[in-house]
């Protein structure tokens, strides 16, 4: 069985870059200079949320904590479950903003043969 090679964390950004221009490979050159950044920025968020998200797994939302000795330990949320939430939010309002640049397709119609009898009239 071959063994499959970890990818580094620029190897995984760079392939979800290339994943996102595949989908807006349609847009106009315009537009295309406008969610270069975003996609970037997108790419750069996806891979550090999966990081985070296997540290949440593996270590828990929360932790336990204490400020000295003399004091009782209390359970707090984690700094990285708290970055975690924020990059998530800001992650998903740049993917609204992506979703929101694809080209609209038109619905296609089935040529029911009203529009040629309407157009085909003679007045009367």
Same mark, same amino acid.
């Given at each position: 069985?071959?063994?499959?090679?970890?990818?580094?964390?620029?190897?995984?950004?760079?392939?979800?870059?290339?994943?996102?221009?595949?989908?807006?490979?349609?847009?106009?050159?315009?537009?295309?200079?406008?969610?270069?950044?975003?996609?970037?920025?997108?790419?750069?968020?996806?891979?550090?949320?999966?990081?985070?998200? @296997?540290?949440?797994?593996?270590?828990?939302?929360?932790?336990?904590?204490?400020?000295?000795? @003399?004091?009782? %330990?209390?359970?707090?949320?984690?700094?990285?479950?708290?970055?975690?939430?924020?990059?998530?939010? !800001?992650?998903? !309002?740049?993917?609204?903003?992506?979703?929101?640049?694809?080209?609209?397709?038109? %619905?296609?119609?089935?040529?029911?043969?009203?529009?040629?009898?309407?157009?085909?009239?003679?007045?009367?």
């Amino acid at each position: 069985m071959a063994i499959k090679k970890e990818l580094s964390r620029d190897e995984r950004i760079t392939r979800e870059e290339k994943r996102l221009r595949r989908i807006y490979k349609n847009i106009s050159k315009d537009q295309k200079a406008i969610i270069d950044g975003l996609i970037q920025r997108a790419a750069y968020m996806r891979v550090t949320l999966e990081e985070w998200e @296997k540290d949440i797994i593996e270590n828990g939302y929360y932790e336990m904590f204490t400020q000295s000795d @003399k004091t009782e %330990p209390y359970e707090r949320e984690r700094p990285v479950a708290r970055l975690y939430n924020t990059m998530n939010k !800001n992650y998903q !309002n740049i993917i609204k903003q992506l979703t929101d640049l694809v080209p609209k397709e038109q %619905p296609k119609t089935k040529n029911d043969g009203f529009d040629d009898f309407v157009n085909g009239r003679e007045d009367v």
